[in-house]
């Protein structure tokens, strides 16, 4: 059981929009900055956003995050079949004194 | 460029303790705010945080796994070694060390991952 909830699955057609929620609490997501990863299959997660709405360089601005509260969205518009993968969102928990990751997301663009 | 790279062994018995070298480039392990962490991944499972050291010797453990990890830094060598004690068959995962700014509070670069299997 992950401490941060994240849907098993979502999916959507082509050029479509998606939201992946990721919901925690106050001692975590609420008061800690949250990251988002994607995990294409066969290779090593990689940063898509930082600090709850960040991209490093180089990830396309069809990737966003918002924060509200204790919960985070990665928003993924324009969708590509290349987007087929699983996502986690990351943070670090102060009462647990550890990061903690969401049970991942995986996207199937239909 | 920042990169990491696993090491160890593939095959490990239980009971057996666990050794994983991550070796870097690009950055120092004693420049302030840097640090470099484990995280694992089961076979279809989630991403599972193991531990994390800072430049100013500062170590993290994962609450549930803090009695079996130890983690220990190389600065003058760019590595980073994890051990493992008392392997059981549900410790096969796929290993990965990443580096991480403190300030930032991400893991922003990640090595490619070592298949470690806990086998008889």
């Known amino acids: 059981q992950s401490v941060l909830t994240q849907p098993p699955s979502v999916s959507a057609a082509p050029g479509q929009k998606v939201t992946i929620s990721c919901s925690g609490s106050t001692s975590n997501i609420g008061n800690n900055y949250v990251s988002w990863y994607q995990r294409l299959p066969g290779t090593a997660p990689k940063l898509l956003i930082y600090?709850?709405?960040n991209r490093p360089s180089g990830i396309p601005d069809r990737f966003s995050g918002s924060k509200s509260g204790t919960s985070v969205t990665l928003g993924i518009t324009g969708l590509q079949t290349g987007d087929e993968a699983d996502y986690y969102c990351g943070t670090w928990d102060s009462s647990l004194s550890a990061v903690v990751f969401g049970g991942g997301t995986k996207l199937t663009v239909l | 460029q920042i990169t990491l790279k696993e090491s160890g062994p593939t095959l490990v018995k239980p009971t057996q303790t666990l050794t994983l070298t991550c070796t870097f480039s690009?950055?120092?392990?004693?420049?302030?705010?840097?640090?470099v962490g484990w995280i694992r991944q089961p076979p279809g499972k989630a991403l599972e945080w193991l531990a994390l050291?800072?430049?100013?010797?500062?170590?993290r453990y994962s609450p549930s796994l803090e009695s079996r990890l130890t983690i220990t830094k190389d600065t003058s060598k760019n590595q980073v070694v994890l051990t493992m004690a008392n392997l059981d068959p549900v410790d096969t995962a796929t290993y990965y060390c990443?580096?991480?700014?403190?300030?930032?509070?991400?893991?922003?670069?990640w090595g490619q991952g070592t298949l470690v299997t806990v086998s008889s």
């Open positions: 990443a580096h991480r700014v403190r300030q930032l509070g991400t893991f922003d670069y």
């Open positions: 600090k709850d709405n």
């Open positions: 050291i800072y430049w100013n010797d500062d170590k």
């Open positions: 690009g950055f120092s392990l004693s420049t302030s705010g840097v640090g």
